[in-house]
């Protein structure tokens, strides 16, 4: 898109990025160290060389900037910034390769993978300074027009303690629903259509999480491979939707399709929680392309180890850590997070590999400046806030340890459950722990139950219908020999793995699967659900499909009997869930007093129906207990402070190999209890039974009753 003429004014230091104001655009780059930046303006996606280089006139604050009075959104653009190329002293600066502006709005031309694209020879030593020119296959930037109406857009607001967490690829969850249109098919618009939107309000969740939406880069050694990127934890652009989910051809369009996209999920009362990579890009370590940041200030990006700036720090397993001790790396994070809240209206964030934002010197610091400025920021303090609360390097494992208002996936919740119905000895103390609401981890830091996000899988791992059929992992279609991935299942599976027609494997497959996502139901804190395991969705034993963008990783629509039976399995679960405050708890539990009497708000029982004592507790041969939560007890107000009030449920679980005949407890008021789930046959119909009687547990399997107090005489 051509401009009418050279005229450049000195423009703004802010806002970073492109900035159209409705007559020209202000360019402005972050780079402490360059000695000059060109802004590079391409005619079309086609063209090889730019049609202008103009020299950003001003440098104010380390900001290179100015101000095109002829621009217009859909100019495509990039930088040749100038500095030493000094790699044993950090230093990477080539203006033979265009750099992407890390603040672009949107992608106007994809990278195409080619040797010139690195800043060394290529299949030389890092230190050699290459002159080829990258500008034919560097990614571009596009400026973008902002305007959207949003009409009557509002964000859900779910409390926490009322959400349920659907974890979701874009294209992955859309790409075979053969309801949706076919050029809508794993896209934005995809996941905003009626099919896509009915399944999930029909299931019962809240919110989507999408796994990243950022543009990425597809690896270069995936790319050798015939392979891509599939899950997308390789950002190129912090601002930028991913052009690969978009239905639209214009890169402008997509953004607008995003747009719309939260707008439906909105109107349908889903929030939309974006998983978001700010610990590395996709520049990878000392041996990888030039694309953006390292051309642009290598030292000032990038944690460099301190004695061999040359390298590297890596917390991340990717090749390179964000330099978290910079307050131009805060900045752009910052500035990303409410771009997406503010511009594009999503509810919350995700952050993968949390530990590394941590990170201030070596150690993980849960009270950095990161942390610190988000609990300060009016926009991000308000937004759901959920850490992976580990990252690769030493002392990396922080479950339990991240400040108030952030929430965690609570691995130690997946583990202790995975060990219990695996038929582990010792595990039920822990198995306790983690039903409630995992206080041991939360409590003393003044955070609530909901702070555990609880799950049994995720995209990273073995789906839920894997994770019951196979007992190791079946990677080699990634290229790796077997080796990537972890190393074991925590699940037991017998002999057979795989498809089979053996019905008794089947049937037990079925009933495990049931007994996990009963079992995450069932637990106080936050559930999250991966996306296709309500209907059994597999990966045939491939528990790292980061990159398989195939019917390996997307999920199938066409369901089978037992895949409809699971499905309606799954929503009627997250209906006890919703319907039962017992285990929507604001609070840690702790009993209160009714009429003079203190009354415990959850007990533990053995299947005599007796309480647990200590020695049950610490035995290595206990693999059966009752939870029974007191309805009665809940010492909490709803939002318009009238005090919340619930049915008591009792959850027994069988881990063992043996039936167990459980005494059902005396209640309060009635003596029935009622039957709502049995995992061995969740179809069958409603019954009553009374206080004392005796009710067999199957093997590895677990029920969940209600006391009944309108019916005395059932």
Not at 286 to 309: F, Q, V, W
Not at 401 to 409: A, I, L, M, V
Not at 676 to 690: K, S
Request: glycine share 8%.
């Amino acid at each position: 898109m051509p401009i009418a003429s050279l005229r450049v004014w000195p423009g703004s230091p802010y806002p970073l990025g492109a900035t159209w104001d409705g007559v020209g655009v202000n360019f402005a780059l972050f780079s402490e160290h360059a000695i000059r930046v060109e802004l590079c303006l391409f005619d079309s996606p086609d063209a090889e060389v730019e049609s202008l280089t103009i020299p950003l006139p001003e440098h104010t604050d380390m900001v290179w900037h100015g101000y095109l009075p002829d621009a217009q959104p859909g100019q495509l653009y990039g930088y040749r910034v100038h500095g030493p190329f000094a790699p044993h002293a950090g230093h990477r600066f080539n203006p033979n390769k265009l750099v992407f502006d890390p603040y672009a709005r949107v992608v106007g031309r994809g990278l195409r993978w080619n040797e010139a694209l690195f800043g060394f020879t290529f299949g030389d030593d890092d230190t050699t300074f290459d002159k080829r020119d990258s500008a034919p296959f560097a990614p571009l930037a596009a400026v973008v027009d902002d305007a959207f109406t949003w009409g009557e857009d509002r964000p859900p607001r779910t409390p926490w303690h009322e959400t349920v967490i659907y974890e979701l690829h874009v294209k992955g969850f859309t790409k075979l629903n053969t309801q949706i249109p076919e050029p809508l098919r794993g896209t934005y618009r995809g996941l905003a259509s009626e099919p896509a939107i009915r399944h999930l309000t029909s299931l019962g969740v809240t919110a989507v999480e999408l796994m990243p939406v950022h543009h990425h880069a597809d690896d270069w050694h995936l790319v050798q491979r015939g392979l891509g990127n599939y899950w997308g934890y390789s950002t190129l652009g912090y601002f930028a939707p991913d052009l690969a989910y978009a239905a639209a051809t214009s890169p402008l369009d997509a953004v607008r399709e995003f747009k719309m996209m939260v707008r439906a999920l909105h109107a349908a009362g889903l929030e939309v929680i974006l998983d978001v990579v700010y610990n590395h890009t996709a520049e990878g370590n000392h041996t990888g392309p030039t694309l953006s940041l390292r051309g642009i200030d290598n030292a000032s990006y990038y944690r460099l180890l301190p004695d061999e700036p040359r390298y590297y720090q890596d917390f991340t397993g990717c090749g390179n850590t964000l330099n978290m001790r910079s307050p131009r790396v805060l900045q752009l994070i910052m500035d990303s997070l409410r771009y997406w809240v503010q511009e594009m209206h999503v509810d919350g964030f995700r952050f993968d590999l949390a530990s590394a934002l941590a990170r201030e010197l070596h150690a993980v610091d849960k009270l950095g400046a990161f942390f610190d400025i988000i609990h300060q920021d009016p926009v991000l303090s308000q937004v759901k806030l959920i850490a992976e609360p580990w990252d690769l390097g030493e002392g990396g494992y922080q479950v339990g340890n991240f400040p108030t208002k952030w929430t965690e996936w609570n691995a130690k919740y997946r583990d202790t459950v995975r060990r219990f119905w695996r038929g582990d000895g010792g595990v039920v103390s822990e198995l306790a722990t983690r039903l409630s609401g995992s206080s041991d981890l939360y409590e003393q830091s003044g955070r609530r139950p909901y702070a555990s996000i609880n799950f049994v899988t995720a995209h990273d791992g073995f789906t839920l219908s894997d994770l019951v059929s196979y007992n190791q992992k079946h990677n080699q279609a990634n290229g790796e020999n077997n080796r990537d991935g972890e190393n074991h299942n925590l699940s037991w599976n017998g002999g057979v793995e795989g498809p089979t027609t053996d019905r008794r494997i089947l049937e037990l497959r079925d009933l495990r699967r049931r007994n996990f996502l009963a079992t995450l139901l069932m637990s106080v804190g936050v559930p999250m659900i991966s996306g296709g395991d309500e209907v059994a969705r597999t990966q045939h034993g491939n528990n790292n499909a980061y990159c398989q963008d195939n019917e390996t990783s997307w999920t199938r629509w066409d369901l089978s009997a037992h895949q409809r039976d699971f499905l309606e399995f799954s929503r009627r679960l997250i209906r006890i869930w919703k319907d039962n405050p017992v285990l929507r708890r604001r609070k840690f539990l702790q009993g209160r007093r009714i009429r003079g009497v203190d009354v415990a708000d959850i007990s533990w029982l053995e299947p005599s129906g007796s309480e647990m004592t200590d020695e049950m507790w610490h035995s290595p041969h206990v693999r059966a207990l009752g939870m029974r939560l007191n309805g009665d007890a809940i010492d909490e107000a709803d939002e318009r402070g009238e005090r919340v009030v619930g049915d008591t449920l009792l959850v027994l679980f069988n881990a063992s190999d043996d039936a167990q005949p459980f005494t059902l407890p005396n209640g309060e008021v009635a003596t029935r209890w009622e039957i709502l789930v049995d995992t061995t046959d969740p179809w069958t119909p409603a019954q009553r039974l009374r206080a004392r009687e005796r009710y067999e547990l199957q093997p590895g399997s677990m029920a969940v009753l209600r006391l009944s107090t309108g019916d005395s005489g059932a």
